[in-house]
């Protein structure tokens, strides 16, 4: 396992630091976490973010929707969601994805990371082409087309969040470990992201820690458990009530 480089974190924003663990799956060397499951990245998002939020049914019966995201990483959930929002929406929908990061990753890793799973490349190809293009990973990232807006925004959601300017339908929560980056789960975070949030709108993330859920409820939501991806047992998702 890679070992920690450093358990500080502070609220600049910094290039990702990678290894690569067995699978050819990217790990952060400052959380010593990876950034999606070793089993199958692309199935665990699909489980976990997409039909925790019910996205399919709901995409199928709107006209615009907006998500909202802790941890881009790879962009593996975004790609997903564009697939699906393809595949579901009707023609005229639009979709606005807003995503936080802090430790962006390079063009380089972020392509290496995707080519395990061909059926994304031609979503992703604007996507790492635009990121390399960008001479200014330290503030915002924005990527557009005719139904579906990107925007990244960069620093520690701690104080992004706050300043940005959008009601979410859907929350996906993916940070790293709650245990090894507790900032991204702490309870005045997860307030905001109460605010954020449209009547009715859920949120989904792969934890099933207490003290996460506790601090969702605390904010207003209705938390729940179901059945994590492969393997593990439970994963959490929950509502801001009507």
């Known amino acids: 396992m890679i070992q920690n480089k450093s358990k500080t974190v502070s609220d600049e924003t910094g290039e990702a630091q990678i290894g690569w663990i067995e699978g050819g799956v990217p790990c952060s060397t400052l959380f010593d976490d990876p950034y999606y499951s070793r089993q199958d990245g692309l199935a665990e998002t699909r489980h976990v973010f997409l039909a925790g939020n019910r996205l399919a049914e709901r995409f199928a019966a709107c006209d615009r929707f907006t998500i909202a995201e802790l941890g881009f990483g790879t962009g593996l959930n975004f790609l997903a969601t564009a697939q699906m929002w393809h595949e ?16 962006p990753m390079t063009a380089g890793d972020m392509a290496a990371a995707l080519t395990v799973w061909p059926e994304l490349t031609m979503l992703a190809r604007p996507l790492l082409e635009a990121w390399s293009d960008s001479s200014n990973l330290t503030k915002v990232f924005e990527l557009k ?7 990244v925004l960069f620093g520690d959601a701690n104080t992004r969040l706050p300043q940005a300017g959008f009601s979410a339908d859907a929350w996906f929560l993916d940070g790293f470990s709650p ?15 109460f605010r954020r949030t449209r009547p009715g709108g859920t949120l989904a993330t792969y934890s099933a820690a207490g003290w996460v859920r506790r601090n969702l409820e605390t904010a207003g939501f209705r938390t729940e458990r179901q059945p994590g991806y492969a393997g593990k047992r439970q994963m959490t998702v929950a509502m801001r009530p009507e």
């Not at 579901?88 to 430790?103: H, N, R, V, Y």
């Not at 087309?145 to 925007?151: P, S, V, Y």
């Not at 507790?182 to 307030?191: A, G, I, R, S, V």
């Open 88 to 103: 579901t929406a009707p023609p005229a929908a639009k979709l606005d994805f807003f995503s936080f990061e802090q430790f």
């Open 145 to 151: 087309n005719e139904n579906i807006a990107l925007t």
């Open 179 to 193: 245990a090894k980056n507790p900032e991204l789960w702490n309870t005045t975070l997860m307030e905001e992201v």
